[in-house]
């Protein structure tokens, strides 16, 4: 028999399978961003945002595939397929704001792990000269050429640097701290549907989280170290480094998690340098600062 089971579901439209990650995130994203973020092939999203310094859209049609400074017809084009909001002269009544790479210099991409209290940053510095982003793009809406950067923003910033956070829920209390390394390595991600949540998350890094005792951490294994290689190839002389750490639990309490949290710091380093734990969690606070600006997370006024 049909049967409706309450009036919530019906008008709230929540879709069947709303126990699925990915499809919780979906509406969270849709009604936070308002507009479509359809799953590429590859497991990302495509999203339509606005860079406040070039005053420009641009397309993220991957985790790791853009689409600068789109020509208002382009903008248009997509922000059609993805139902962004659009005024009758075609321009976007609101776009989710990020810095675009060519601006940033850097790839910054933040994404959670769906279904839990986590965040994950990849912050990927572009070369100085000749990034992939200055020659034309060939697309289906003819080529789309982005301006050169500029490259003054380089500076002691590792190359590319990872940054995970994530709960130990109870059905992985027994998980060494190894093995939630490979699960948050391997774990599907996506972009945070509540962008305030992680924003509040990476403060507590920012302002709370102490530097690490050393027997509070362990540096990554190999099969970790293969995977970040696959998220972001070494040069010749640079290889990826880094540590899981489980802080204490007691810190954890600002963010209201009664649950273990699980931090990963890896960055790609010249592999002559071994890197230490305390100066990855100095990197990644230097880093912070540029995560913000990337995303336009103002300071909280107090
Ligand atoms: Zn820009």
């Known amino acids: 028999m049909f049967r409706i089971p309450s009036l919530d579901d019906v008008f709230n439209a929540v879709p069947p399978h709303y126990d699925d990650g990915r499809v919780q995130q979906q509406v969270l994203l849709s009604r936070e961003f308002s507009q479509l973020f359809p799953e590429t092939i590859y497991g990302g999203r495509q999203v339509l945002w606005w860079c406040p310094r070039c005053t ?5 049609t991957d985790h790791r595939l853009f689409v600068l400074r789109l020509s208002p017809e382009q903008a248009a084009y997509i922000g059609h397929q993805l139902h962004a909001p659009m005024r009758q002269d075609g321009t976007f009544h609101e776009l989710p704001m990020r810095v675009c790479p060519d601006c940033l210099g850097a790839v ?13 940053v990849l912050w990927h510095t572009l070369p100085d000269t ?3 982003s200055s020659r034309p793009l060939p697309t289906n809406l003819g ?4 301006t050169e950067r500029h490259a003054s923003a380089r500076d002691t910033l590792p190359q590319a640097f990872l940054f995970a956070m994530a709960e130990q829920t109870p059905r992985e209390g027994a998980l060494s701290l190894a093995q939630m390394g490979d699960a948050m390595l391997t ?3 996506d972009l945070p549907g509540e962008l305030d949540a992680v924003a509040w998350q990476l403060r507590w890094v920012e302002r709370t989280l102490p530097p690490p005792r050393a027997d509070e951490c362990e540096p990554l294994g190999a099969s970790h ?4 290689a696959h998220l972001v ?3 010749p002389g640079m290889g990826w480094q880094g540590f899981l750490w489980q802080p204490p639990e007691t810190l954890s309490s600002a963010l209201f998690t009664r649950h273990p949290l699980i931090l990963l710091h890896a960055a790609l380093l010249p592999q002559q340098e071994p890197t230490s734990i305390f100066h990855l969690y100095s990197l990644w606070q230097r880093l912070l600062p540029r995560v913000f600006e990337a995303a336009q997370w103002e300071e909280p006024r107090s």
Not at 56 to 60: A, D, I, K, L, S
Not at 108 to 120: A, K, M, W
Not at 143 to 146: D, G, I, Q, Y
């Open 187 to 189: 774990w599907q991600t």
């Open 143 to 146: 080529l789309v050429s982005t």
């Open 233 to 235: 190839e070494p040069a």
């Open 225 to 228: 170290l293969a995977r970040l």
């Open 56 to 60: 420009t859209p641009w397309w993220q």
């Open 108 to 120: 910054c991409v933040i994404d959670t792990y769906p279904g839990r209290l986590s965040s994950q």
């Open 130 to 132: 000749a990034s992939t």
